[in-house]
């Protein structure tokens, strides 16, 4: 069973270019969550999935930002034209439920330049 | 709503000593708690976790926590740091009626030789 799985591991784009980060949960887990790390900052939340629903977006800004978790494929967290504050590295994790624990994927390292 | 704080951004502590990292939470049914570790330029790894069984919970490496219903705490301790200790320490909460899991914002734990 693979682990929680996220790529790309690196990414770069120049300012105003969109940015896709593809998060496949481990097997049988049906929750996803991201997070967003700053630089010397915690982690912060961002979306909470299910399988083909939106559970909770209160941690992502209402622009520009956009979470899926379809019913076949990966979670995708898109970036529209991004700009220098969004370079950060964005964790996806997964879980069988909300009581259980937490898989986290290595992380995308997003930079804009 | 759940919520956690971690009460020390930065801890310090010699090669040998104890270590204990603070974290309190709120909830409001019965939580669960985690506590992870992320190394420089890592992913996140489970440490151990309290999900209503015994309230002292071993982890990996070392590091052990109790969960204090009375004082809403779960602080994480090992009796003798070693140099490879040296991480970010995040404490996570969920519970029954929210599904989503919520960190801290990290104690960094410097070991001086």
């Known amino acids: 069973n693979a682990g929680v799985m996220q790529n790309p591991r690196h990414l770069v784009r120049r300012r105003g270019q969109e940015a896709r980060l593809r998060c496949s949960p481990m097997k049988g887990h049906s929750h996803v969550y991201w997070y967003r790390q700053l630089p010397e900052e915690g982690l912060k939340f961002m979306v909470y999935?299910?399988?083909?629903?939106?559970?909770?977006e209160s941690g992502m800004p209402k622009e520009r930002f956009s979470a899926e978790f379809p019913k076949e494929g990966p979670s995708i967290l898109r970036i529209q034209q991004v700009v220098r504050g969004d370079s950060a590295a964005y964790f996806c994790?997964?879980?069988?439920?909300?009581?259980?624990?937490?898989?986290f994927g290595q992380g995308t390292r997003l930079t804009v330049v | 709503a759940q919520s956690v704080t971690q009460l020390d951004s930065h801890v310090s502590v010699s090669e040998g000593t104890p270590v204990l990292l603070r974290c309190n939470y709120s909830s409001s049914y019965s939580p669960s708690l985690f506590w992870y570790v992320q190394h420089p330029n890592k992913g996140l790894q489970l440490l151990l976790k309290y999900t209503s069984a015994a309230t002292l919970v071993k982890g990996i490496n070392g590091f052990e926590a109790e969960f204090k219903k009375s004082e809403t705490s779960f602080h994480l301790t090992k009796p003798s740091a070693h140099m490879s200790d040296a991480a970010e320490y995040f404490c996570v909460v969920s519970d029954l009626r929210d599904d989503k899991i919520i960190f801290g914002k990290g104690t960094r734990l410097h070991i001086l030789p």
């Open positions: 999935l299910q399988k083909e629903n939106i559970i909770d």
């Open positions: 994790a997964s879980s069988v439920s909300g009581r259980t624990e937490a898989f």
